[in-house]
């Protein structure tokens, strides 16, 4: 059977990477298949976009160069690591995907949203999430959070503006499709891990019992 694909989303500092290290060790402890990956980056070409990407840079890079960019990571990695775990039958679970272009290039950099849903649907050769998964935070917490004293990475050191038209833009999205999203509230690691479990359980109907679990040497 195809396995499910996951994504996680949100703002800077909303915690969506801590949580999707708990569901993958969650997943390993029940015996199910599962690979971790991340946009930008998960491929060797993605890892090189990541760091054109991120890297703060006086010249400035444009906002088409930008999304080019983000576009052409996802069709590197749906094509040479997403889409064969998925046909092996393995979960698989992404920090990022083509819904944050929508709202960070769409939303916040104010660039056609029809054309970068268009540019998505070309990366992504029309895969879509099975279930993705929106964390949220206080914006000037999160950026805090994510900055970790410094000015932070590229994306970082925009605007609190910026970052307000990203949070908005997430919630539009949510509203849009609320079979495929949902929405979690800021809580404590604990306290959010469990709430992911329940949704995925109910979701795909996977047993948590870790009786199931593979042996471990
Ligand atoms: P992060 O994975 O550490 O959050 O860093 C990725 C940064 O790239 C983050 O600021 C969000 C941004 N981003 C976009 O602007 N568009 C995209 O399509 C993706 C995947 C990420």
């Known amino acids: ?125 029309g895969l879509v999430p099975d279930l993705t998964l929106l964390f949220s935070v206080l914006l000037e917490e999160g950026l805090n959070r994510a900055r970790g004293g410094s000015s932070g990475d590229r994306l970082e050191g925009e605007s609190l503006a910026f970052h307000r038209r990203v949070q908005a833009g997430f919630m539009v999205l949510a509203n849009r499709e609320p079979g495929r999203f949902h929405a979690l509230d800021e809580g404590a690691i604990e306290q959010v891990h469990e709430e992911v479990v329940a949704i995925v359980k109910e979701r795909f109907e996977w047993a948590g019992n870790p009786s199931a679990a593979r042996t471990r040497p």
Not at 43 to 58: F, H, S
Not at 89 to 115: K, W
């Open 1 to 125: 059977m195809r396995g499910r694909f996951i994504t996680f989303e949100g703002v800077e500092g909303c915690g969506k990477s801590t949580q999707l290290a708990h569901l993958r060790d969650w997943m390993e402890e029940a015996g199910l298949p599962v690979l971790a990956t991340r946009e930008p980056g998960g491929t060797k070409v993605g890892e090189g976009i990541r760091e054109l990407l991120l890297t703060p840079r006086e010249e400035g890079l444009d906002a088409a160069t930008e999304l080019l960019l983000y576009e052409a990571d996802r069709a590197q990695h749906v094509s040479e690591v997403i889409r064969p775990a998925l046909e092996a039958g393995t979960h698989v679970l992404c920090d990022r995907f083509f819904d944050s272009t929508t709202a960070y290039q769409a939303f916040g950099r104010g660039l056609d949203e029809e054309m970068v849903l268009e540019l998505n649907r070309m990366a992504s050769g």
